[in-house]
């Protein structure tokens, strides 16, 4: 972040020479439970394009439509109360947020849609039909590189307890 402090940049630094062990426990982590749930009917990992590879900072699960007799924030709940750190929604489209849909990236002014060289459409709407699903259908869980397997193993087990008391 620019407006960090020298502290920060220290900080930073440091944490950069461990970046890829993080990203490979992270990995790690995802894989594992992956495997977990490859033959749980209705729980997921999210999507991944083929060829990516994700730093995993959080694991989308992926709640089939019409799998459980519960929506997609009490799955998340009952996975939450089973002591799992989980998030019901992770919805941050900036196309939806209040300084792109009000043109308040720099107030007072209306920069950079009012520039005078700004050739696009200065009213324009971005719906994105495809994230909102993504986002609709899915709940994140928390993961951590230092996680160990039997980490990983009370995660799958509670997300695989969870999808067997409330498949529909």
């Not at 749980?40 to 991944?48: K, N, P, R, W």
């Not at 941050?92 to 696009?120: I, T």
């Not at 996680?147 to 999808?163: C, E, F, N, Q, Y």
């Amino acid at each position: 972040n620019l407006n960090g402090n020298d502290l920060a940049a220290t900080v930073g630094r440091v944490q950069l020479a461990k970046l890829e062990s993080i990203i490979a426990g992270r990995r790690r982590v995802a894989a594992r439970i992956a495997r977990g749930l490859a033959d749980c009917d209705g729980l997921d990992i999210g999507h991944e394009p083929e060829g990516a590879e994700s730093v995993y900072w959080f694991l989308r699960i992926a709640v089939a439509e019409g799998a459980f007799s519960l929506s997609k924030v009490e799955i998340a709940a009952a996975v939450s109360a089973e002591g799992i750190p989980v998030n019901p929604t992770y919805r941050h489209l900036p196309a939806e947020a209040e300084w792109f849909r009000e043109r308040k990236v720099f107030p007072p002014s209306d920069y950079p849609w009012g520039l005078p060289d700004y050739a696009g459409d200065r009213d324009a709407v971005y719906p994105c039909d495809n994230a909102v699903a993504a986002v609709e259908s899915h709940f994140i869980l928390s993961i951590h590189e230092s996680w160990s397997d039997a980490d990983v193993d009370d995660a799958v087990a509670a997300l695989r307890k969870v999808a067997d008391a409330y498949r529909a």
